[in-house]
């Protein structure tokens, strides 16, 4: 059984919650973001034991969505260098599409004083999924020089990563659980797929909810990773990536990546082409 299934079955059993519901209650645009790397058995655990106050996002009676994300970078990778070296000010600018709505955003995040996770987000064109506009550069320039004091660097598309996510909610407390399955990672020259594991992910509002404290109890740490950072250190292994490199080799398997190297077939499907 794949993460995927076991995924797929563990929301089944939940009470659905609807969208606005989410955006309405839980939103949660500032917080404290943790990431742990589950396997399958973990997963069946952890939703088994998860309180019956999380409910599952469920729209048009789906529960599990694709997205694909693009992210931007100087063409020197300047913001890849600034999160290995732990930098303060520092950023992430991506699109983000909704591959069962067809709906696109502009985000950016921007790392708060404290720690916490400080993200914007504006529509987007669908057709531009793949570059920045004006509205979205004109966006993320402000955003820096009001945080950061910096105006905005020459930006470029530098991968794109595809997954399926499962999305938990406590309404209550406003606490949020995304659970990510079948990621894949591409740029212009190759694509690499990940592990089958899920990428659970905390948002809460001081990184101690009901979610990071059982996952302490079940013994799972968290750990320092990213979409982006783990994805560039697959598709670039000459670069180094001290910061990730006990996750990479203990999960990743960061050898695997290479000219040529593509997806099997559990992943087609979540490239925008295909969908």
Known sequence: MSCRRVLSEGLALRKPIGLAAVLAEAALM?????????????????LNRLGPGFKSMEIDSRRVFGY????????GLDQFRAHRQGRRRRFKARTRTYLDSGLCMFEAKLKGA?????KHRIPHPLAQHASMNPESGDFLAALLEEHYGIELPHLVPVITTDYRRGTLVDAHSGERVTLDVQLVCSDADRTVPGPDLVVVETKSADGRGAADRLLAAMGIRAVAMSKYCVGIALLHPELPANKWDRVLREH??????????????AAPGFRLSAA
């Open 114 to 118: 404290r720690g916490e996770t400080d």
């Open 68 to 75: 694909s994300s693009t992210y931007f970078d100087t063409p």
């Open 30 to 46: 500032r917080r404290v973001d943790k990431k742990f790397l589950l396997s399958k058995v973990e997963l069946a655990i952890f």
């Open 252 to 265: 990743f398997n960061r050898h695997r990546s290479g000219p040529g190297f593509q997806a099997p077939d």
